[in-house]
């Protein structure tokens, strides 16, 4: 085993993710969350709360970042491998790094509805993601069969500090899936409110208990 491994040893396996204690001090505290906590739970979404549901995608952030950087024919090939080109829903984590290097200062969602046409993008810290989700847009939408589909900002909550926009995604990720699985729809969604942001972190720890992660 690697020192690694022991300076930081795992907290939860769940499926394809790996949650290390180094993960989960991200929520005990005011710290920006990485891309290993927002993937983990929009796999919990896929694969337990909306199993039932194959209308919904939920792309993590790691995987929407290799579909900024990959070339035209490995992109179609992702979006078959996750059968993307069928999907009414599909709900995507953009930050602002355009490079193969980890980085990046924030997080946003984009949500692709096919009835709509419409890409839907919701940044909690005005309008700070809007180029990186136009270009976003452009570089997937021939292979989403959606040429003609528009990108739509709408107005959300705005984080009250510095670093809770992962948090505000995956709240708003909550809230938007909950409104397509009940309306099958993105439109007219519903506002959230702070109350539903300062409780998330506990909530996102409770459920990695409940999954039998280490806390």
Request: glycine content about 6%; hydrophobic content about 35%; charged content about 20%.
């Amino acid at each position: 085993m690697s020192s690694y491994s022991h300076a930081d040893p795992i907290a939860l396996s769940f499926n394809e993710t790996c949650l290390r204690m180094s993960d989960i001090q991200l929520l005990q505290g005011p710290h920006w969350l990485n891309d290993q906590i927002i993937s983990f739970y929009y796999e919990y979404l896929e694969r337990v709360k909306y199993k039932n549901n194959p209308d919904l995608l939920f792309v993590p952030p790691e995987v929407a970042q290799c579909m900024k950087l990959t070339d035209d024919g490995e992109l179609e090939t992702l979006f078959n491998q996750l059968e993307a080109p069928k999907k009414p829903f599909i709900f995507f984590v953009l930050n602002d790094n355009d490079s193969t290097h980890a980085g990046g200062t924030h997080w946003s969602l984009l949500v692709f509805s096919r009835p709509e046409k419409t890409f839907f993008h919701f940044d909690s810290w005005g309008s700070s993601n809007t180029q990186a989700s136009h270009q976003f847009v452009q570089r997937i939408k021939d292979a989403l069969n959606c040429r003609n589909c528009h990108v739509k900002a709408i107005r959300c909550l705005q984080q009250a500090n510095g670093y809770d926009c992962g948090i505000h995604v995956i709240c708003m990720t909550d809230n938007i899936a909950d409104n397509v699985n009940r309306y099958e729809c993105v439109e007219g969604v519903g506002p959230l409110h702070h109350d539903i942001i300062s409780a998330k972190r506990s909530d996102l720890l409770k459920l990695i208990q409940s999954l039998g992660g280490k806390i």
